[in-house]
């Protein structure tokens, strides 16, 4: 048997609820902080930039929370998404570990952002909601929630790190198709961009600049909310579809993973693979090695500091509990968009710290190496994103070889990379350099950190 094997759930199949591992979790998150007061902030504090259900859903601690009939309406146009058993790539690394891959390119975007993208547009038109600014890195969250507010018929306006809309025309071409505005950030339209315009006038971006810009629309206008595509745990809370579904797949394919790899940007493609997982692990059963991988050049999850900071470089947002590089540090401009963000979701980053999950960081070459090798053996050409994943699952895969260990791994092959194809060029013309941080920007970003006296 050589090829790979699909494995497919009927649409009956799409989860009814999504899951809140909030539920299960053996010691309750830090409490979000109010950027001024220092004190918890409460629902009232965050109105101004999110609908109150998803606001709610942010706290909620209920298991199971329901996935609205409008909401599983759209995911039924591509989900359940497929998953495979990745045969071929097995044979490739003579390997006896069991390789499976749960494939989230099959959406309209290319990738797992419309599993909350769809979601959160719905809860805005309930609301009432006329416009939703956000930020975007690689461009697969913009276009993301340009399609689900056409969906929905909400505008959307979409702040682009620079670096990637110079690198990336295509993405924005897409967001412009489904109706978005795509305005490169740091931008003249807001003051927050104005200021790092003013410092540096051909700054390359951030995900936390353009972040400050879109959040600083939203706080303008009344008909006009934020909408953020990972980190908060409501967009991770959106993402557990995958993981779910890849349980009844496992199931199908009458096996059950060892390790689970997931890479992370903000953590929320991962939280979607492993969260359901962890809480069957959490309620006694199979304990699952999960592994985060993240790039080397903004190793927020390895090389941050666990501590209180802001979302944003303009200090617009709460204070939440997270490994960070500091908000005001701006990573080297590598591939992988999706992935140059200072921060980590604060649950992700609260399970690192119970030991319940481990990270490793990766080159931008050595990841692109790992790509090419799936695309070859499997056929589907990994976002930049999804390589760093790829990259993760064949060293476990190695390691399986090398110890004699027949292990199941289950990973997350999270987007395609079809619109970014000039990566792969700047691979194979030898162009990619593996860019390191400014270990002194990097000091200077930790040092200055919000000082919080500890609510946890
Ligand atoms: C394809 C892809 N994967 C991963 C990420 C990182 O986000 P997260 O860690 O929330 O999944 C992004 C973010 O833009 C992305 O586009």
């Known amino acids: 048997m050589d090829d790979s094997i699909k494995y497919l759930l009927d649409e009956s199949r799409i989860p009814r609820h999504w899951y809140n591992l909030q539920a299960d979790l053996p010691k309750a998150l830090p409490p979000v902080l109010h950027p001024g007061t220092h004190k918890p902030v409460g629902p009232d504090d965050l109105a101004p930039l999110f609908p109150m259900e998803l606001i709610l859903q942010e706290v909620s601690t209920e298991r199971e929370i329901e996935i609205p009939g409008p909401v599983r309406d759209v995911y039924r146009q591509w989900r359940p998404t497929p998953l495979y058993r990745a045969r071929r790539l097995e044979k490739v690394l003579q390997t006896p570990a069991r390789i499976y891959y749960k494939y989230e390119g099959v959406s309209p975007a290319g990738s797992h952002k419309p599993n909350t993208a769809v979601a959160q547009a719905y809860y805005n038109k309930a609301a009432g ?95 006009t909310k934020y909408a953020l595509g990972s980190v908060l745990n409501h967009v991770l ?134 790509g090419v090798q799936f695309a070859r053996a499997e056929g589907i050409v990994p976002a930049p994103e999804a390589n760093h994943a790829v990259k993760g699952a064949i060293d476990e895969a190695i390691r399986c070889r090398e110890e004699g260990r027949p292990r199941a791994i289950l990973f997350n092959l999270c987007g395609h990379g079809h619109f970014d194809m000039q990566a792969y060029i700047d691979y194979f013309g030898g162009k990619l350099a593996d860019l390191d941080y400014d270990e002194a920007e990097l000091a200077m970003a930790l040092a200055g950190l919000p000082s919080v006296r500890d609510a946890a």
């Open 129 to 223: 909601v006329k416009r939703l600014s956000t930020e975007t890195g690689a461009g697969q969250w913009g276009s993301s929630l340009a399609f689900a507010g056409a969906l929905f018929g909400l505008e959307v306006q979409v702040f682009m790190v620079r670096v990637s809309y110079d690198q990336k025309p295509y993405r924005r071409a897409l967001m412009e198709t489904y109706g978005a505005r795509c305005t490169p950030s740091p931008s003249n339209e807001t003051q927050s961009g104005r200021a790092i315009l003013a410092q540096r006038a051909d700054h390359p971006g951030s995900l936390g600049i353009a972040i400050s810009e879109a959040v600083e629309i939203a706080a303008q206008r009344d008909d």
């Open 237 to 370: 809370l959106h993402q557990t579809v995958i993981g779910q579904e890849a349980m009844a797949q496992m199931e199908m394919a009458d096996d059950y993973p060892d390790v689970i790899v997931g890479c992370t940007g903000g953590g929320s493609n991962f939280a979607g693979i492993a969260f359901p997982y962890l809480g069957a692990q959490l309620r006694g059963g199979r304990k699952v090695d999960i592994v985060a991988v993240e790039p080397a050049a903004c190793p927020s999850l390895t090389r941050g500091r666990y501590a209180y900071d802001f979302g944003d470089t303009g200090h617009l947002t709460p204070l939440t509990k997270m490994h960070t590089l500091g908000s005001t540090f701006t990573p080297p401009g590598f591939h992988a968009g999706g992935l140059r963000y200072h921060g980590m979701a604060p649950l992700v980053s609260h399970l690192k710290e119970l030991h319940l999950i481990r990270a490793r960081a990766y080159k931008q070459s050595a990841v692109f190496e790992a």
